[in-house]
């Protein structure tokens, strides 16, 4: 059964830091791995897809890694700001297919203090 | 594309009624998920539809939930005689035919009180 674990359950930096959330996964037999954010009381954006066959994809100041053979994946933010603040999750497929079925992990609450 | 709807975005019931959440899925989607996320918990996938049919509902509670995908309307996550354990936000996405990532919707939170 696939587990999905992040760390740090929260996290609280000033503005300007460069930080890193970390996820690992259990079974390294994935399809891809995605982060999400989530803002309160909202749904889930998705932020970066990273395919098994892929290591890195980038989109403006955030950066993802996946190592699947040790079943982890990095998330870094450059320049954090307060904007930034909400909770990010990670989140595994394991079927190639149709189906999305997806297992998350309980997510990295995050705040950029001003 | 107005996204995946979800409606009502906020639902109270007492203990013993029932609950319906429905979900519009993106237009050009017929796959649909539902998921549970309980407090201090992540999301749990609880099942997945294609029009008419359940493809996977390894993750439904075996008594009280039901899930349908009719051929014409929203998806419908049906909840019998709740209980407060059933409080939690509960998560639509939906995706297109093939290997395509899914969307999500803006939830609906269910208050048992």
């Known amino acids: 059964k696939q587990e999905v674990t992040q760390i740090p359950a929260a996290l609280s930096v000033p503005e300007g830091e460069n930080l890193v959330l970390n996820c690992s996964f259990t079974?390294?037999?994935?399809?891809?791995l995605q982060w999400f954010r989530q803002d309160p009381g909202k749904g889930l954006t998705s932020l970066l897809l990273?395919?098994?066959?892929?290591r890195e994809q980038t989109s403006g100041r955030l950066n993802a890694s996946l190592d699947k053979s040790s079943g982890r994946s990095t998330l870094y933010i450059a320049a954090s700001q307060p904007g930034d603040s909400a909770t990010y999750l990670c989140?595994?497929?394991?079927?190639?297919?149709?189906?999305?079925?997806?297992?998350f992990g309980k997510g990295t609450l995050l705040t950029v203090n001003p | 594309n107005a996204g995946v709807m979800q409606n009502p975005r906020h639902l109270v019931r007492r203990r013993g009624q029932e609950a319906r959440l429905r979900c519009s899925p993106m237009?050009?989607?017929?796959?649909v998920y539902w998921y549970r996320q309980l407090p201090e918990e992540g999301l749990k996938f609880m099942v997945y539809l294609q029009k008419e049919n359940i493809i996977d509902e390894s993750g439904m509670p075996k008594e009280r939930f039901s899930a349908e995908f009719p051929k014409e309307g929203p998806s419908i996550l049906r909840i019998q005689q709740v209980v407060r354990g059933d409080s939690a936000a509960y998560f639509c996405?939906?995706?297109?035919?093939?290997?395509?990532?899914?969307?999500f919707g803006q939830g609906t939170r269910l208050t048992v009180v």
């Open positions: 079974d390294s037999a994935i399809y891809n």
């Open positions: 996405a939906s995706s297109p035919p093939g290997e395509r990532a899914a969307f």
């Open positions: 989140a595994v497929r394991r079927n190639r297919g149709s189906n999305y079925k997806l297992t």
């Open positions: 990273i395919q098994s066959s892929q």
């Open positions: 237009k050009g989607h017929s796959h």
